[in-house]
């Protein structure tokens, strides 16, 4: 009897993560086998056991671990969190799938991704692009993912309870994709991975939306009037301080939202990306918007849940305003004089064309883009 190839999915509790667990278990189990390497045993692990994916406990900062849990894989994905370690986990990564000769990767990438970008992260991730194709024995694909509907979802109790969106995004336009719509798609090319070696493949929404489209969708589902509001920098730190950022996070977060309000997350428009590899259209912002809010108990109105939300605005006002220019100036963290996406030459020649990244590119296209 032929065995199955195996799939490692890294980062695999998290939220795009778990996605493409789900998606491999529920989709892809006759043509392929799923581990998950997660960090701790806990609820979200032992989900993933019951939905027939192996589980493997690992630290991604350990190559020990990330070799153990490469052991017997045929095609790996690689995920990093938001942290100031995500190049160690990328080089441990690449390290281990050499060793093992893994034949295909893919990596959760980003639009942004670029060699002198102000965010360090936004370069660690052009570095982990370069890094996966320079592996020799294995092919690989990056999926380069725009702004997620997930970041606007955590609005959703201020939506409900005071009927206001109030974020800095100022003229800024994009497509939102849903984590399962990214999480499909990766399991999509990593179980049939030959269409999609040496490419570089953007999901998108099926549509592009203002802050002001966003606002109207959540007035729908959550039925009440709700208006965008511009919002300023300080407040949009003062808010992800109080609920808990790290400074490194604050410091990438300045400069994507600035990307967004100049426009950089509507170059190239929407794309075929999810019904090409899924063969489904894209989830539009209103399923999202629907799912989200039935699993939020802040979504429903009600007399405590305004006086939560007040007290979470009241906790807003009262944090200080973090000083990230200090933090990255103390840190350590290496900083250059950098340029937005939306000032680089190349950028704009590869990114900012119809269905850029997307399946119908030809691979000439594609591997001129310089991350």
Same mark, same amino acid.
Request: hydrophobic letters at 40%; one cysteine or more.
């Given at each position: 009897?032929?065995? $199955?190839? $195996?799939?490692?999915?890294?980062?695999?509790?998290?939220?795009?993560?778990?996605?493409?667990?789900?998606? $491999?278990?529920?989709?892809?189990?006759?043509?392929?086998?799923?581990?998950?390497?997660?960090?701790?045993?806990?609820?979200? &692990?032992?989900?993933?056991?019951?939905?027939? #994916?192996?589980?493997?406990?690992?630290?991604?900062?350990?190559?020990?671990?990330?070799?153990?849990?490469?052991?017997?894989?045929?095609?790996?994905?690689?995920?990093?969190?938001?942290?100031?370690?995500?190049?160690?986990?990328? +080089?441990?990564?690449?390290?281990? &799938?050499?060793?093992?000769?893994?034949?295909?990767?893919? &990596?959760?990438?980003?639009?942004?991704?670029?060699?002198?970008?102000?965010?360090?992260?936004?370069?660690?991730?052009?570095?982990?692009?370069?890094? %996966?194709?320079?592996?020799?024995?294995?092919?690989?694909? $990056?999926?380069?993912?725009?702004?997620?509907?997930?970041?606007?979802?955590?609005? %959703?109790?201020?939506?409900?309870?005071?009927?206001? %969106?109030?974020?800095?995004?100022?003229?800024?336009?994009?497509?939102?994709?849903?984590?399962?719509?990214?999480?499909?798609? +990766?399991?999509?090319?990593?179980?049939?991975?030959?269409?999609?070696?040496?490419?570089?493949?953007?999901?998108?929404?099926?549509?592009?939306?203002?802050?002001?489209?966003?606002?109207?969708?959540?007035g729908d589902v959550l039925g009440r009037e709700v208006k965008y509001s511009e919002g300023t920098e300080?407040?949009?730190?003062?808010?992800?301080?109080?609920?808990?950022?790290?400074?490194?996070?604050?410091?990438?977060?300045?400069?994507?939202? !600035?990307?967004?309000?100049?426009? #950089?997350?509507?170059? *190239?428009?929407?794309?075929?990306?999810?019904?090409?590899?899924?063969?489904?259209?894209?989830?539009?912002?209103?399923?999202?918007?629907?799912?989200? &809010?039935?699993?939020?108990?802040?979504?429903?109105?009600?007399?405590p849940n305004l006086l939560r939300a007040m007290a979470r605005m009241a906790k807003i006002l009262l944090?200080?305003?973090?000083?990230?220019?200090?933090?990255? !100036?103390?840190?350590?963290?290496?900083?250059?004089?950098?340029?937005?996406?939306?000032?680089?030459?190349?950028?704009?020649?590869?990114?900012?064309?119809?269905?850029?990244?997307?399946? *119908?590119?030809?691979?000439?296209?594609?591997?001129?883009?310089?991350?």
């Amino acid at each position: 009897m032929t065995t $199955l190839p $195996l799939v490692l999915i890294t980062g695999a509790t998290g939220k795009t993560g778990t996605a493409t667990v789900l998606a $491999l278990t529920e989709h892809h189990g006759d043509v392929v086998r799923t581990r998950a390497l997660v960090r701790r045993e806990d609820h979200r &692990a032992q989900a993933l056991r019951d939905a027939g #994916a192996e589980v493997v406990i690992g630290d991604m900062s350990d190559i020990r671990d990330l070799r153990r849990a490469m052991k017997g894989v045929q095609r790996a994905h690689f995920l990093a969190a938001m942290t100031n370690s995500s190049l160690d986990h990328a +080089v441990n990564f690449a390290v281990a &799938a050499n060793e093992t000769r893994v034949q295909h990767v893919t &990596a959760l990438s980003q639009w942004l991704s670029s060699s002198s970008h102000p965010s360090v992260l936004t370069r660690r991730t052009w570095l982990t692009d370069q890094l %996966l194709s320079w592996l020799p024995h294995t092919a690989h694909t $990056l999926i380069n993912v725009g702004f997620f509907a997930d970041n606007f979802m955590s609005m %959703l109790g201020t939506a409900a309870q005071m009927g206001m %969106l109030p974020l800095p995004l100022s003229d800024g336009s994009t497509a939102p994709i849903s984590n399962e719509d990214i999480g499909r798609v +990766v399991a999509g090319v990593l179980a049939n991975p030959t269409p999609y070696a040496g490419r570089t493949l953007r999901p998108t929404g099926p549509e592009i939306l203002t802050p002001e489209d966003m606002a109207a969708v959540f007035g729908d589902v959550l039925g009440r009037e709700v208006k965008y509001s511009e919002g300023t920098e300080k407040m949009m730190l003062k808010s992800f301080s109080a609920l808990g950022r790290s400074p490194f996070e604050l410091a990438q977060v300045v400069t994507y939202m !600035r990307e967004f309000r100049r426009g #950089a997350f509507l170059s *190239g428009g929407t794309t075929d990306v999810v019904q090409e590899v899924t063969g489904r259209p894209a989830e539009d912002f209103a399923t999202i918007t629907r799912r989200y &809010a039935a699993s939020d108990p802040m979504a429903t109105r009600s007399f405590p849940n305004l006086l939560r939300a007040m007290a979470r605005m009241a906790k807003i006002l009262l944090t200080p305003v973090p000083d990230v220019s200090a933090w990255l !100036r103390d840190s350590g963290v290496p900083v250059i004089d950098g340029e937005d996406c939306v000032d680089q030459e190349d950028w704009n020649r590869t990114h900012d064309a119809p269905n850029a990244f997307g399946v *119908g590119r030809t691979l000439s296209e594609v591997v001129s883009f310089p991350g």
